[in-house]
């Protein structure tokens, strides 16, 4: 079959019709720009983007303004359990105190839903307040005192740590019983002592313990009830203590 007419050409049509090549990689192809008139140069938008152009042509921006966005309202709801309604009413002025004046924060207690709603305002500066605040009413439906819940407003290295003796040891019926008053002692002695010599503060719940302080306090607080919770006689975790004690002095 023979070929189609448009496909032959004559070497002469082949040399008129090539593509020029591009120049050689070693060719550097220089364009100029023509210089722009500097002092011609007008300010985009207002004021606020007027640009200057310094000796070497450099720009710049004058400072910006400080401009206030949308205000952002954030709300948090502190669930309280029905034994501490009755705790919270009463100290409710104590409460609300600290939560308003210090953190600058709008608190209501909803009786009705049986809880206490945080919310921030214009008028409220730290960006941590509503954690602050959230952290201080957990810590009074946890059965710590108003005075003591305080001081996680006021100090930054504060915590707080909870676990059940059932995490330590498991026990049940009467042995729980006496683990629980073991860790207390007569007329709570035992416990003051824990605390004065921690430095921390605690609070039984049942078979939960709450313990409020610092990192390291709360290690000796902690190890001290463990070492109840499994049997030891309260004389030897006193004898513990007393050294515990003796080596925070000499550290400070």
Known sequence: MPAPTALLRRPEELAEAAIPLPPAQDDELLLDAPEADISAAQP???????????????????ASKNINGPLRVETRKVPIPPHRMSPLKAAWPSIYTPLCDHLKLQVRMNIKNKAVELRTSKHTTASGALQQGEDFVKAFTLGFDVA???ALLRLDDLFIET????????????HLGRAIGRIA????????????????????????????G?????H??????????????????YGNLRTVASRMKERF
Request: net charge negative; hydrophobic share 40%.
């Open 220 to 237: 000796i607080a902690r190890e001290a009830i463990v070492s109840l919770i499994l049997g030891s006689p309260p004389g030897k975790v």
């Open 185 to 212: 002692g007569k007329d709570g002695k035992t416990k003051f002592a824990i605390e004065n010599a921690s430095k921390t503060r605690v609070v039984l719940a049942d078979s939960k313990i709450h313990i409020l």
């Open 163 to 174: 676990f059940e003796i059932k995490d330590v040891k498991t026990l049940q019926g009467e």
């Open 44 to 62: 985009v938008g207002g004021e606020d983007t007027e640009m200057t152009i310094d000796e070497e042509g450099r720009p710049r921006f004058p």
């Open 214 to 218: 610092g990192f390291k306090n709360i």
């Open 148 to 150: 003591d819940a305080v």
